[in-house]
């Protein structure tokens, strides 16, 4: 198993408010999680890195060999809702990180399944030799509008309110998880990453740099290219494969 992980503050923001951890489980099995924080000062920085480091503690405490996927979902969606409850007492009790939040994108994968959480719009894909397709739906205003018909698809890619999420941990008491489940093959990588990756960096992009970028070192790859891409923003990046 190949399991990867890079976050930069890119070339035009003055802190990294992403965070991203993984860690393997055992033989076979692995997780990522992958946050990109929001609020002033650097209450965003504080948030993602409060879901990252609580979310990984929780499933290291609670992951056992054998466990299903319904298992993991349910280990996931206590992670994140614990989480949430810890972001948005802090943001409550602490005028300084007032309004902090954080997307928050989780996977487990055990013996070529995946199960994925997340919340905002950090995404997932799968990259196979044959193409790339994305597990996740942003949780965002213009996906919203796209989703009804409002806007196309090149209106969606560039619309100025492209940064409005509608779900992020801390933000509300309770927090609507959603969750997919997949398969990895040989020859296949899933990537998690935050939007400052793929607001630079197409899915054609993505497909072209994994498939020809030996595996330990498809996260600096995806991120350098982001960078060139003009590095808008914090990026970040886990990849998993066998």
Do not use: W
Request: glycine share 10%; net charge negative.
């Amino acid at each position: 198993m190949h399991l990867v992980s890079k976050s930069d503050i890119g070339l035009k923001r003055s802190n990294n408010e992403d965070c991203v951890l993984t860690h393997e489980l055992g033989e076979n099995a692995a997780f990522a999680v992958l946050c990109d924080g929001m609020g002033g000062a650097n209450a965003g920085q504080v948030a993602s890195k409060m879901a990252c480091e609580m979310i990984a503690q929780k499933i290291e405490m609670c992951y056992r060999d054998g466990m299903t996927i319904s298992s993991i979902e349910n280990m996931l969606l206590s992670a994140i809702t614990t989480a949430n409850v810890s972001i948005y007492d802090a943001a409550g009790g602490d005028s300084s990180l007032k309004g902090m939040g954080t997307t928050v994108i989780c996977a487990v994968v055990i013996a070529g399944q995946i199960c994925v959480g997340h919340a905002g719009d950090s995404r997932a894909y799968i990259v196979s030799r044959s193409g790339i397709r994305q597990l996740t739906r942003d949780h965002s205003f213009v996906q919203q509008m796209y989703d009804k018909g409002e806007i196309s698809i090149d209106q969606l890619k560039n619309h100025p309110n492209k940064n409005l999420i509608t779900r992020a941990l801390g933000v509300e008491e309770e927090i609507e998880i959603d969750f997919n489940t997949d398969y990895l093959g040989e020859d296949e990588t899933l990537l998690l990453c935050s939007d400052g990756l793929s607001n630079y960096v197409d899915a054609d992009e993505i497909y072209q740099i994994i498939n020809s970028t030996e595996a330990d070192k498809v996260a600096d790859a995806l991120v350098d290219r982001a960078n060139a891409n003009g590095g808008g923003d914090n990026i970040s990046v886990a990849a998993v494969s066998y």
